[in-house]
Structure formats: structure tokens, C-alpha cells
């Protein structure tokens, strides 16, 4: 079985450019996460969707940042306009929300550099 | 903010010997999961335990969940080389909601 897939899964830009990561859980699963991870403040919830609607945006930092799912199988990341202090592991997890006491399947992340 | 926080930061062991990680929260939870991290990898979960578990196995893998001081220890028996990972506890407040991770314990297993 195909896991969570992220794309790219690295990016260099320079700042004040758009910055778009995408995901695509794994199929089944209704519930999906968007996580960063740094090494001062280790992994954090960005956003979270439940049967495609965003249920917890608390973690997204500012208007830079937006979160789309228009489907179950895609969800998207955007940054604009991205700063240096975005550059970080950006991950996105899946799970199956029916069922508790279920894991969740991480992707291998995107890491994002900007100069 | 940070639910989680795992004692200790960094551990070195010798292949064989026995390596235990230590997490402590701060809310009532509905489970409490671990899971690992290679370097440059995303996470994979090892063990989940629900908050009226007292304790699991899983192979080498043995946790233990203590909700009255709201602490969590994961016991990896007979390291080995590949075990060498960072390896986090994350908790879930409610079903189905995201997890707070705590910032892990990197673990160096030696051959």
C-alpha cells in the first residue's frame, strides 16, 4: 500500500516568493494533518481536516499560510509571501477518524529553505 | 504548545543493553502514542496506549502509562544498531484530533 505522499520533498526559494507543498494521504483515511517541525519548537499541529473540512487552523502562524483540501485525495500548503523563519520540515500525517484509537501515517516531509 | 516532554534529550547505548525513555504531559489524554523518526524520514508509530492502560508490549518495545503523574515510559530491550532514531510520545486530548508531540529523545545505539 502507497503511504502518505508529499511533494517536492525539497525546496530552496527566495524570500517573498509563494512556496506550495502538497499531499496526498492515503486512501481511505478522513483525516488529515499538517505539521512543522524545527529544532527550536519541534513538531507542531499547522492544521487539521476531517472528511475534507478544516476542523483546527489554531496552528497556522499568519495569513501567510493557507490550507486546502478540495478533495480526499489532495491537500495543499501555501505560503505567500514565505520568510526565512518558515524554513523548516513541513510533514503531512492521514489517519482513519472512524475508528480510535488510530495512528497516524506520516509522509516523509518537505523541507523548506528560504533565503 | 508543547504537551509532552521527554527526559532524557539524548541517550548512547551499546548494542544489547536496554535503553528507556521517560515522557511527561500536562492535560488529561485520550491515548498516548510513541513513535520514531530516522534522520532526514518521517515519523513511524511504534506503540499506542489508551489512558486506561496501564501497560504494553509490542516485541521489544514495552510502554508504561502512568495518568496520575501523567507520565509515560518507553523500554526498548536488547538495542540494536538499526534502533538508532529519535524517538517522540505524542498525545491525543480527544479522538481524532491532532496530536502535541513532545520534542524527543535522540537515541545512539553503538556496535
Known amino acids: 500500500d502507497a503511504g502518505v505522499i508529499q511533494s517536492p520533498r525539497h525546496e530552496v526559494t527566495e524570500m517573498g516568493q509563494e512556496v506550495t507543498l502538497r499531499c496526498k494521504p492515503i486512501?481511505?483515511?478522513?483525516?488529515l494533518f499538517w505539521y512543522r517541525q524545527t529544532m527550536m519548537r519541534g513538531l507542531e499541529l499547522l492544521i487539521y481536516?476531517?472528511?475534507?473540512?478544516?476542523?483546527?487552523d489554531s496552528g497556522m502562524p499568519e495569513d501567510r499560510f493557507s490550507a486546502k483540501m478540495p478533495n480526499a485525495s489532495f491537500s495543499t500548503l501555501k505560503i505567500q509571501p514565505s520568510e526565512p523563519r518558515d524554513s523548516a520540515v513541513y510533514f503531512c500525517?492521514?489517519?482513519?477518524?472512524?475508528?480510535?484509537?488510530?495512528?497516524?501515517?506520516f509522509g516523509d516531509g518537505t523541507r523548506l529553505s528560504i533565503l | 504548545s508543547q504537551q509532552g516532554e521527554e527526559d532524557p534529550q539524548a541517550l548512547s547505548i551499546q548494542e544489547g543493553e536496554n535503553a528507556t525513555m521517560n515522557c511527561s504531559y500536562k492535560?488529561?489524554?485520550?491515548?498516548l502514542q510513541w513513535y520514531r523518526q530516522n534522520s532526514g524520514r518521517g515519523l513511524v508509530h511504534l506503540i499506542l496506549?489508551?489512558?486506561?492502560?496501564r501497560e504494553k508490549h509490542s516485541g521489544r518495545l514495552r510502554v508504561t502509562l502512568d495518568t496520575s503523574k501523567k507520565s509515560s515510559s518507553l523500554l526498548i530491550t536488547a538495542s540494536r544498531a538499526a534502533d538508532t532514531a529519535s524517538y517522540f510520545c505524542?498525545?491525543?486530548?480527544?479522538?481524532?484530533?491532532?496530536?502535541?508531540f513532545g520534542k524527543g529523545t535522540t537515541l545512539s545505539v553503538s556496535s
Open positions: 496506549i489508551r489512558s486506561n492502560e
Open positions: 481536516f476531517n472528511n475534507n473540512v478544516p476542523i483546527d
Open positions: 486512501s481511505g483515511h478522513n483525516s
Open positions: 505524542a498525545t491525543e486530548r480527544q479522538a481524532g484530533t491532532a496530536l502535541i
Open positions: 500525517a492521514s489517519s482513519p477518524k472512524d475508528r480510535e484509537d488510530q495512528p497516524q501515517h
Open positions: 492535560t488529561s489524554i485520550n491515548n
